[in-house]
T-cell receptor, first 111, second 115 residues
């Protein structure tokens, strides 16, 4: 049977290195994109968002890049820390503030 | 500022039983959302309320799921009867409005296991 979604893509990085998490979105009409962080046993936590009229936005230790030509989104985390270990989801926003979430990427920070 | 509150945090039931989840959004938030998150997947929207009215329930399995937000604040989501495939985390989120690009803030979720 299909097992899509049971095996999250995993990114392992060393503490202090930079992390890059990628996401492909499907709807070319989406005009708002968000990254959420979800730690085990908790709800998703907002990290950063970007509107479609931008291609880059920076926050504290995080940068989101948007490439509308290839419908690709990335989240860069500078100087990754153990507390950054979590599952990261990208979401695309449509009409009425409806969000469509991607599958997620598991980030593991090795000491 | 208090976040989104949900209860219970965990629930185990047998198939064909009924279950209800409760959500209290962030104070003043007009829009409330219920999501279903199956293990290993991203959250999927079940229903969206604006105050006490339904904005979007296109992905709610209406033969067994129901939700209400009678006074435009707290909300309950009910499953009756439950099936094995309903085992998931049920997340509640709220946002300040229904406009585009309103940040959604999530609660801790209710973990449901159907045996």
């Amino acid at each position: 049977g299909e097992s899509v979604g049971l095996h999250l893509p995993t990114l392992s990085v060393q503490e202090g290195d930079n992390s890059i998490i990628n996401c492909a979105y499907s709807n070319s009409a989406s005009d708002y994109f968000i990254w959420y962080k979800q730690e085990s046993g908790k709800g998703p936590q907002f990290i950063i968002d970007i509107r479609s009229n931008m291609d880059k936005r920076q926050g504290q230790r995080v940068t989101v890049l948007l490439n509308k030509t290839v419908k690709h989104l990335s989240l860069q985390i500078a100087a990754t820390q153990p507390g950054d270990s979590a599952v990261y989801f990208c979401a695309e926003g449509g009409g009425g503030n409806k969000l469509t979430f991607g599958t997620g990427t598991q980030l593991k920070v090795e000491l | 500022e208090a976040g989104v509150a949900q209860s219970p945090r965990y629930k185990i039931i047998e198939k064909r039983q009924s279950v209800a989840f409760w959500c209290n959004p962030i104070s003043g938030h007009a829009t409330l959302y219920w999501y279903q998150q199956i293990l290993g997947q991203g959250p999927k929207l079940l229903i969206q309320f604006q105050n006490n009215g339904v904005v979007d329930d296109s992905q709610l399995p209406k033969d067994r799921f129901s939700a209400e937000r009678l006074k435009g604040v707290d909300s309950t989501l009910k499953i009756q009867p439950a099936k094995l495939e309903d085992s998931a985390v049920y997340l509640c989120a709220s946002s300040g409005g229904q406009g585009r690009r309103e940040t959604q803030y999530f609660g801790p979720g209710t973990r449901l296991l159907v045996l």
